[in-house]
């Protein structure tokens, strides 16, 4: 899984970096989060097919699903995009999907967050109807880390992995829970190696400085991409492994 991308400097590191990876790493299947890919925030139907083109099999999102309004009638089509399960009833879109073997979940949390409805719950619903040892990867969109966590915990022995999203900092907590539940705080960015989470470090730090409703553009220049790899046992649906894998591209190759 591949995380979270932010703006043109994501998409040029997703197209250069990931067809080699799924050579070197021998990869079967690539998530990756892309609700910052358009400019900064949100995503359009152009910005996706440009990531399904480099190798990305399936695409979450977050909060941020809607800024892009171009975005919402593709929601409802057979692109393989989501957006967060647990938004009311009548959002565009779909929460789950599964392709293959695979079915990906994508959740929000509600703590410092829209209160949408409970993440907790959608899943309950969401595993119900699923058969037992299906491999299930679930996207935690979440502010909290203690909201990420007990969300790993609640659904561990029951999905594949719980990869938490949307701080946009990789976190060093990569482990296998005691039911076989691969697990971590955040993923990362994809975006500028010397941004501000993928915002114009000036910007940042006028809107900081200021208290100013500075508009915030993603950083240009040398690019990081964050993911994480998990090796899946296919019989039982649990991880056997997981583990970082974070790339660079410097300034000539950008």
């Keep these: 899984m591949v995380c979270d991308a932010v703006g043109r400097t994501c998409r040029q590191a997703v197209a250069r970096l990931l067809p080699d990876l799924r050579r070197e790493l021998h990869l079967d299947f690539v998530i990756a989060n892309g609700e910052n890919a358009a400019a900064g925030r949100g995503i ?13 099999d399936v695409i979450t999102t977050g909060n941020h ?18 957006r967060p399960l647990n938004f009311p009833p009548g959002a565009p879109g779909h929460g789950i999907l599964q ?34 040892n299906s491999i299930v990867i679930v996207d935690m969109h979440a502010e909290a880390t203690s909201e990420k966590l ?18 946009h ?20 960015m994809t975006a500028a190696r010397d941004s501000i989470i ?11 400085l200021t208290a100013m409703p500075v508009r915030l553009q993603p950083a240009t220049g040398p690019a990081i ?3 994480v790899l998990i090796d899946v046992d296919d019989q039982t649906g649990r991880a056997r492994r997981i583990e970082r894998v974070d790339r660079e591209i410097d300034d000539q190759q950008s």
């Design 150 to 167: 007990a969300m790993g915990w609640y659904l561990d022995g029951r999905v594949t992995a719980v990869l938490g999203t949307h701080t």
């Design 65 to 82: 699903i809607w800024d892009q309004k171009e975005i919402i009638p593709y929601l409802d089509s057979r692109a393989p995009i989501l």
């Design 198 to 208: 993928g915002d114009a470090v000036d910007d940042v730090l006028q809107r900081f």
């Design 99 to 132: 392709d293959g073997a695979v079915t990906v979940i994508n959740l929000q949390g509600r703590v410092f967050m829209a209160n949408i409805d409970c993440p907790f719950r959608a899943a309950d619903q969401a595993l119900a109807g699923l058969p037992p």
């Design 225 to 227: 991409l964050n993911s």
């Design 169 to 188: 900092v990789g976190t060093c907590d990569t482990r296998i829970l005691p039911r076989g539940t691969a697990f971590v705080c955040d993923v990362g």
């Design 44 to 56: 359009t139907p152009a910005v996706a097919d440009d990531m399904f083109r480099a190798g990305v």
